[in-house]
């Protein structure tokens, strides 16, 4: 039996903030943490006037609570882990808390009588670290695109990524060399919402610190090396009915002939509320060094079938694997709430009828058939979210408007950093 448990749960600039406690938790049980917790800023500034975070009536508790049969195995020696819920003092749940956010997200889709499921791929650069502390891309000069083996990873970690992770139970569906060296893809296998995210936060934080026992810091920021391209985090798409069928599939062939309109709608959701959506998907200043045009990051306003240089793609697998990938985020982004957003703006596109626009028939490099793409900022962003009310209403007012105030300070706080200032503001976080 492991002799502690390690409690933690996802915060707004998506740090992983917990606490080890005794084998005696090892059941549905709950922890305190101060709420203001969601007041803390990256520089670990403690912005007094942070929305719904009681800085000022006290600086009171929260409730972390979990459920006892969500408790996993971990990745350290004798420890389990376990991520939960926030609540306030009275027993209600507190509104700024991300997976509360994306339980509120499935249950609107499942008064419709579908269950989101989510597949989930992440893209990430490894750092080695000096004796100072510097750091400086991981040399692999061999490395390439879907590279493996030891010109890819030189290091190895990777592999100590991928044995760690078997151990814990998590199911990787792949590890890769991404297009840049040294840069890693990691796609984690389908589930429901809330499981797959919960997978995914368990499994950054647990890659990022099995990477730094062998001296490599891994990061999964969007864009930590000028000169090379972005990290992204796709979200591949589908619904399960009650039958536990997909929803989206038609037959044995996928891609936009082949689209129903629970497919239309939420593509179409997707692209009325693009601009809303950065805000929250593509959360930091360097989210903007990545999403630009012809990058192949979810800049544009547009969808298609087999085509990477689109936001929202239909992906041309039919039957039991139909799906929609959407590529914008990042993973500075909170996944939870990330998610929680594409599935409330997916859902207005099916409850409103949203129109559904042309699919995309540029190459997205020259030609381009989109009207528009996201804002260039972070702090445009922000207008965009803050104009865009119907996604904010339903995601929840609260979390909204705590994440534009919080989001607006950042920019003025990274105002001037550039380069390896600005990335180093974050790398050590993310």
């Known amino acids: 039996m492991a002799d502690r448990l390690r409690a933690m749960f996802c915060d707004h600039l998506s740090l992983m903030r917990g606490k080890y406690l005794p084998a005696s938790k090892m059941k549905s049980d709950g922890t305190r943490l101060a709420r203001p917790t969601f007041s803390v800023h990256w520089d670990k500034d403690l912005i007094l006037d942070a929305p719904h975070t009681k800085c000022r009536e006290g600086i009171p508790d929260m409730e972390f609570r979990w459920d006892g049969a969500e408790i996993r195995d971990g990745w350290e020696p004798n420890t389990k882990v376990v991520t939960g819920d926030l609540y306030d003092s009275d027993g209600s749940p507190i509104p700024l808390c991300p997976r509360g956010a994306l339980k509120r997200a499935v249950a609107d889709w499942q008064r419709h009588g579908l269950t989101p499921k989510v597949g989930i791929e992440l893209e990430a650069f490894a750092f080695e670290i000096a004796e100072d502390g510097s750091l400086s891309p991981l040399h692999a000069p061999g490395g390439y695109v879907y590279g493996t083996g030891p010109f890819a990873d030189p290091a190895g970690f990777t592999d100590a990524i991928w044995n760690r992770a078997e151990e814990a139970g998590f199911r990787l569906e792949l590890i890769t060399a991404e297009y840049d060296t040294p840069q890693y893809e990691f796609t984690l296998a389908y589930d429901e919402a809330v499981k797959a995210v919960d997978e995914m936060v368990l499994f950054r934080q647990m890659a990022r610190e099995v990477a730094l026992e062998h001296g490599i810091l891994l990061t999964f920021l969007p864009k930590p090396i000028l000169d090379?391209?972005?990290?992204?985090?796709?979200?591949?798409?589908?619904?399960?009915?009650?039958?536990?069928?997909?929803?989206?599939?038609?037959?044995?062939?996928?891609?936009?002939?082949?689209?129903?309109?629970?497919?239309?709608?939420?593509?179409?959701?997707?692209?009325?509320?693009?601009?809303?959506?950065?805000?929250?998907?593509?959360?930091?200043?360097?989210?903007?060094?990545?999403?630009?045009?012809?990058?192949?990051?979810?800049?544009?306003?547009?969808?298609?079938?087999?085509?990477?240089g689109v936001t929202v793609r239909v992906s041309e697998e039919g039957g039991a694997k139909t799906r929609l990938e959407h590529r914008m985020a990042d993973a500075s982004c909170n996944p939870y709430t990330a998610l929680?957003?594409?599935?409330?703006?997916?859902?207005?596109?099916?409850?409103?009828?949203?129109?559904?626009?042309?699919?995309?028939?540029?190459?997205?490099?020259?030609?381009?058939?989109?009207?528009?793409?996201?804002?260039?900022?972070?702090?445009?962003?922000?207008?965009?979210?803050?104009?865009?009310?119907?996604?904010?209403?339903?995601?929840?007012?609260?979390?909204?408007?705590?994440?534009?105030?919080?989001?607006?300070?950042?920019?003025?706080k990274t105002a001037g950093l550039e380069g390896a200032a600005l990335r180093d503001y974050y790398i050590w976080y993310i």
């Open 228 to 308: 090379k391209g972005g990290s992204g985090l796709h979200f591949n798409l589908s619904f399960a009915d009650a039958a536990g069928a997909n929803a989206l599939m038609t037959g044995p062939k996928g891609g936009p002939a082949h689209m129903n309109d629970l497919a239309r709608g939420c593509v179409a959701g997707w692209m009325r509320h693009h601009k809303g959506l950065a805000g929250l998907l593509a959360p930091t200043v360097g989210s903007y060094l990545r999403l630009q045009p012809a990058s192949m990051s979810g800049y544009w306003c547009n969808w298609g079938g087999d085509h990477r």
């Open 340 to 412: 929680a957003a594409l599935l409330q703006a997916a859902r207005l596109g099916v409850d409103q009828a949203y129109p559904l626009p042309d699919a995309e028939a540029g190459d997205c490099f020259d030609r381009i058939d989109a009207g528009h793409g996201t804002a260039g900022s972070l702090s445009e962003a922000m207008d965009d979210l803050e104009a865009d009310t119907a996604l904010g209403d339903a995601l929840g007012r609260a979390i909204t408007d705590h994440h534009i105030f919080m989001k607006r300070i950042e920019v003025d």
